[in-house]
C-alpha cells in the first residue's frame, strides 16, 4: 500500500464511522437499535463495492475477539460493586448452568426439525447462548431499571462469554471425540476460575497504584487504564484462562474505587472506544456476510429463533434463578431480555476459520437470528419493563463522585454533578454539612462559575467542585452519596458533629 492507497482507505474509513456516527441519532429518532445500522451498513457496503471483500473468518474472530476486551472493559468500569455483589451467583449461575440449558434446548429441534447433524445444531445453540455485551450495556442503560437487575443482565452478558468459547473452541477441533466430553466442564471451571483469578490481581494492584500517580496530564489516566485492562486480557490467555472474564472483573474492581483519579474522564474515554470497537466491529461483520448464502439458512433460523424466545431463554432463566428467591418480575424480564448482537457473531467465526462441516450454516443461521431478534428484541425491552414493573424511573439515582488527586499536597478535588433525580436539586449548599476539612469551592453552572456562599441553592445540572483533605475525602464523599439519595437529613445524627 502507497501513500495514495493509505489516502483513500482513511477517506473511507473515516465516511463509514461518521455515518455510522449519524445512524445513532436516526436509529433513537425510529426507535431502531443503532447496532443493527451499523451491521446494515457492513452489508451494503460488501455489495456496493466488491473491491471490498471481506472473507477472512479468522483475521474476523481475532479482530472481533480485540473489540469485545474494550467493550467489556467499558462496561465492567461502569458496573457497580455495590449492585453487583449481591447476584454474582445468580449471574454466574445464569451464565454457566443457564446456557447449558439453552444449548440443550435449542439444538434438539433444530436436529430433528430442521434436519442438522448434532455438531452443528450444538453450534447453534451455543453461539446463541451467549448474551452479547454490547447490546446489553448500550440498551440496558437506555432503561431505568432496579440496579441489581441491569447488575444482573451485565453480570450475565460479562460472565457467558467464557463457557461459550471454550465450548465453541472444542467442537471445532477435530481431534476431539464424544468420549472427552467429560473434560469439557472442567475446561470450563478452569477457565472461569483463572479469569476470576487475574481479574481480581490485576483489579487491587490497579486500585493500588492509581491513586497514587499524580501524572502530568489528565489524558494519561484513561490511557493507562484501558491499558491495564487489555492487559488483563493478555495475561489470562498466557495462563490458558478466561480473558473476556478476566477483563470485566478487573474493570469492575477498578471502577468501583471510590478514590479512582479523574473518573469521569476514564469513564467518557472507555465509552468513546467502546463506541468504535461496537461500529467497527458490526461493520466488519456485515462485510464478512455473504446475504445470498444465508437465504438458505431461514429455516434452520425460524426453528431455533423461536425454541429460543419461547422455550430456552425463559426456561432457563427461571430454573437458573428460581433456587435464589428472585422476584417472579425479575425472572420474567430476564428471560425477554436475552439481548443478542455481535458476540454471537464472533463465536460463529471460530467455525467459519476452521472450515468445518456446517460452518456456513452456523454463521447464516446466527446472523439471521441476530438481526430479527434485536429488531424485534430491542424496542419491546421499555414496554416489557412497564408491564413487569421493574422500570424505577423517577427514583434518586447513585451520585458519581469524580476524585484527582492534587500533587505535593495531600488534599484531593473531588467533582460532583447534580443530575434532576437527586435529592441535592433545591438545597442550599450549607445543607449538605460536609466534614470539617472539606468546602464546596465552586459552582459551574451552564459554563458559568461562581464561588458559593452558604445559601448558594444547587440546580440540575450543577457541577460542584469540592477540595478536601485526603483524611477525610472517603467520608465527604459519603456524605455526598448519602445526601443525594436521602436528602439533608440523611445520617443526620451520625453526621451532627461535623457541622
Known amino acids: 500500500?502507497?501513500?495514495?492507497?493509505?489516502?483513500?482507505?482513511?477517506?473511507?474509513?473515516?465516511?463509514?464511522?461518521?455515518?455510522?456516527?449519524?445512524?445513532?441519532?436516526?436509529?433513537?429518532?425510529?426507535?431502531?437499535?443503532?447496532?443493527?445500522?451499523?451491521?446494515?451498513?457492513?452489508?451494503?457496503?460488501?455489495?456496493?463495492?466488491?473491491?471490498?471483500n471481506f472473507s477472512d473468518a479468522s483475521l474476523a474472530t481475532v479482530l472481533g475477539y480485540t473489540a469485545?476486551?474494550?467493550?467489556?472493559?467499558?462496561?465492567?468500569?461502569?458496573?457497580?460493586?455495590?449492585?453487583?455483589?449481591?447476584?454474582?451467583?445468580?449471574?454466574?449461575?445464569?451464565?454457566?448452568?443457564?446456557?447449558?440449558?439453552?444449548?440443550?434446548?435449542?439444538?434438539?429441534?433444530?436436529?430433528?426439525?430442521?434436519?442438522?447433524?448434532?455438531?452443528?445444531?450444538?453450534?447453534?445453540?451455543?453461539?446463541?447462548?451467549?448474551?452479547?455485551?454490547?447490546?446489553?450495556?448500550?440498551?440496558?442503560?437506555?432503561?431505568?431499571?432496579?440496579?441489581?437487575?441491569?447488575?444482573?443482565?451485565?453480570?450475565?452478558?460479562?460472565?457467558?462469554?467464557?463457557?461459550?468459547?471454550?465450548?465453541?473452541?472444542?467442537?471445532?477441533?477435530?481431534?476431539?471425540?464424544?468420549?472427552?466430553?467429560?473434560q469439557v466442564p472442567l475446561i470450563v471451571i478452569g477457565e472461569l476460575v483463572g479469569g476470576v483469578a487475574v481479574g481480581v490481581a490485576v483489579g487491587f494492584a490497579a486500585r493500588w497504584a492509581l491513586p497514587r500517580l499524580a501524572l502530568p496530564a489528565v489524558g494519561l489516566y484513561p490511557i493507562a487504564v484501558m491499558a491495564i485492562l487489555v492487559g488483563a486480557y493478555g495475561l489470562a490467555t498466557l495462563v490458558h484462562s478466561s480473558g473476556f472474564l478476566a477483563t470485566y472483573i478487573a474493570g469492575v474492581l477498578i471502577g468501583a474505587a471510590r478514590d479512582m483519579p479523574h473518573r469521569r474522564a476514564v469513564s467518557g474515554f472507555a465509552q468513546g472506544l467502546a463506541w468504535g470497537a461496537e461500529i467497527g466491529l458490526f461493520v466488519m461483520l456485515g462485510l464478512l456476510a455473504d446475504p445470498g448464502r444465508a437465504v438458505s439458512s431461514i429455516w434452520p433460523a425460524v426453528v431455533a429463533g423461536v425454541t429460543l424466545v419461547v422455550l430456552a431463554r425463559p426456561i432457563s432463566s427461571y430454573l437458573s434463578l428460581a433456587p435464589f428467591r428472585m422476584p417472579l418480575k425479575w425472572i420474567a424480564f430476564t428471560g425477554v431480555a436475552g439481548l443478542r448482537g455481535a458476540v454471537p457473531i464472533v463465536f460463529a467465526t471460530i467455525a467459519l476459520g476452521a472450515g468445518i462441516a456446517g460452518a456456513d450454516t452456523v454463521f447464516d443461521t446466527t446472523l439471521i437470528l441476530v438481526i430479527v431478534l434485536t429488531l424485534v428484541?430491542?424496542?419491546?425491552?421499555?414496554?416489557?419493563?412497564?408491564?413487569?414493573?421493574?422500570?424505577?424511573?423517577?427514583?434518586?439515582?447513585?451520585?458519581?463522585?469524580?476524585?484527582?488527586?492534587?500533587?505535593?499536597?495531600?488534599?484531593?478535588?473531588?467533582?460532583?454533578?447534580?443530575?434532576?433525580?437527586?435529592?441535592?436539586?433545591?438545597?442550599?449548599?450549607?445543607?449538605?454539612?460536609?466534614?470539617?476539612?472539606?468546602?464546596?469551592?465552586?459552582?459551574?453552572?451552564?459554563?458559568?462559575?461562581?464561588?458559593?456562599?452558604?445559601?448558594?441553592?444547587?440546580?440540575?445540572?450543577?457541577?460542584?467542585?469540592?477540595?478536601?483533605?485526603?483524611?477525610?475525602?472517603?467520608?465527604?464523599?459519603?456524605?455526598?452519596?448519602?445526601?443525594?439519595?436521602?436528602?439533608?437529613?440523611?445520617?443526620?445524627?451520625r453526621d451532627a458533629p461535623n457541622e
Open 1 to 52: 500500500m502507497n501513500l495514495h492507497d493509505l489516502g483513500i482507505a482513511l477517506l473511507i474509513g473515516s465516511v463509514v464511522v461518521l455515518v455510522a456516527i449519524v445512524a445513532v441519532r436516526w436509529a433513537d429518532k425510529l426507535g431502531l437499535p443503532g447496532l443493527l445500522l451499523y451491521l446494515i451498513l457492513g452489508l451494503g457496503l460488501g455489495e456496493a463495492f466488491p473491491s471490498l
Open 68 to 182: 469485545l476486551t474494550i467493550i467489556l472493559a467499558e462496561g465492567g468500569l461502569t458496573t457497580r460493586m455495590s449492585d453487583l455483589r449481591p447476584v454474582l451467583w445468580p449471574a454466574a449461575v445464569l451464565a454457566t448452568i443457564g446456557v447449558t440449558l439453552s444449548i440443550a434446548i435449542v439444538a434438539v429441534p433444530l436436529v430433528y426439525l430442521a434436519g442438522l447433524d448434532w455438531r452443528t445444531a450444538i453450534l447453534v445453540g451455543a453461539v446463541l447462548a451467549a448474551t452479547d455485551a454490547a447490546a446489553v450495556f448500550s440498551v440496558l442503560r437506555r432503561l431505568r431499571l432496579h440496579p441489581r437487575l441491569r447488575s444482573l443482565l451485565e453480570a450475565e452478558a460479562g460472565f457467558n462469554d467464557a463457557p461459550v468459547v471454550v465450548l465453541v473452541v472444542v467442537l471445532t477441533q477435530g481431534t476431539f471425540s464424544a468420549d472427552q466430553a467429560w
Open 377 to 493: 428484541q430491542t424496542p419491546l425491552l421499555p414496554w416489557a419493563g412497564r408491564k413487569l414493573d421493574v422500570d424505577v424511573s423517577g427514583q434518586s439515582g447513585e451520585l458519581d463522585v469524580e476524585a484527582a488527586p492534587l500533587d505535593s499536597i495531600q488534599a484531593s478535588l473531588l467533582a460532583v454533578e447534580v443530575n434532576e433525580e437527586s435529592r441535592m436539586v433545591g438545597m442550599y449548599t450549607s445543607d449538605l454539612r460536609l466534614p470539617r476539612g472539606a468546602a464546596v469551592s465552586l459552582v459551574v453552572r451552564e459554563d458559568r462559575t461562581s464561588v458559593p456562599d452558604r445559601y448558594t441553592r444547587l440546580r440540575p445540572g450543577d457541577r460542584l467542585l469540592i477540595v478536601c483533605g485526603e483524611s477525610v475525602r472517603s467520608a465527604t464523599e459519603k456524605r455526598l452519596r448519602d445526601v443525594a439519595k436521602g436528602g439533608r437529613l440523611a445520617g443526620w445524627r
